[in-house]
């Protein structure tokens, strides 16, 4: 019974795509994340969001887009992918926006070539 | 900004020592702080956390102490074992952030026999 999911779990594309990542989980939270951990395991947050609400929206590139159609999904757009973009993503959520435990994603392994 | 300092990086011990994982934060009003585990290739997992009005927590082998004065809190492992060589990382945050969590840069745990 997965908690939080990630699709796809790999994504190999060229510089100057653009691609999306998504994320479901079925735990009833209200709270969404998106991690990105680097080549040497550094995990930053990039953006939360809170019932369908942006609340954490760190200095990411513009090229990065977060969208949330419901409470259970956020997905991910990156426009013009670079090298610099490849990393593991990693999607959690939590019971809400105070101080919970976040249940991760299994992560999507970016690969821009 | 929230800084969180990590130390060591890497740490190896024999099955059945102790391990100690110690962590520095900046912001005096962080007081929310999770230790998570990532095994190779898999996802983070929260292991133990402490808030702030808690000067140590234990669980079965695991326990945290934090020092709020010196703004420090630590992870000790007892009697470990070869199941808990991963990556460890500490983290804070604070009330009304959003659950915005500033991690460390991880400490590789391996276990030896």
């Known amino acids: 019974d997965t908690a939080v999911s990630q699709t796809p779990k790999y994504l190999v594309t060229q510089m100057g795509n653009d691609k999306s990542i998504k994320c479901e989980q079925n735990?009833?939270?209200?709270?969404m994340y998106w991690y990105k951990q680097d080549s040497k395991k550094f995990l930053k947050i990039m953006f939360s969001y809170n019932n369908k609400e942006l609340i954490i929206n760190e200095t990411v590139p513009n090229r990065f887009s977060p969208k949330s159609p419901d409470k259970a999904h956020l997905n991910l757009h990156i426009n013009s992918l670079e090298l610099g973009d490849s990393a593991v993503y990693f999607c959690a959520s939590s019971q809400g926006d105070g101080d919970y435990e976040q249940y991760f994603g299994p992560g999507t392994r970016l690969t821009v070539t | 900004g929230e800084n969180v300092e990590q130390h060591p990086s890497t740490l190896s011990v024999q099955e059945g020592d102790s391990a100690v994982i110690k962590c520095t934060y900046s912001d005096s009003a962080s007081n929310y702080f999770p230790w998570y585990k990532q095994e190779l290739g898999k996802r983070p997992q929260l292991i133990i956390d402490?808030?702030?009005?808690?000067g140590e927590k234990k669980d079965q082998r695991i326990a945290v102490t934090l020092n709020k004065t010196a703004k420090h809190f630590s992870l000790h492992i007892t009697e470990t074992q070869p199941e808990d060589s991963a990556v460890y990382f500490c983290a804070a945050s604070k009330t009304g952030g959003g659950n915005k969590l500033t991690f460390g840069t991880g400490t590789q745990l391996k276990v030896e026999l």
């Open positions: 735990l009833g939270h209200d709270t």
């Open positions: 402490i808030r702030s009005n808690v």
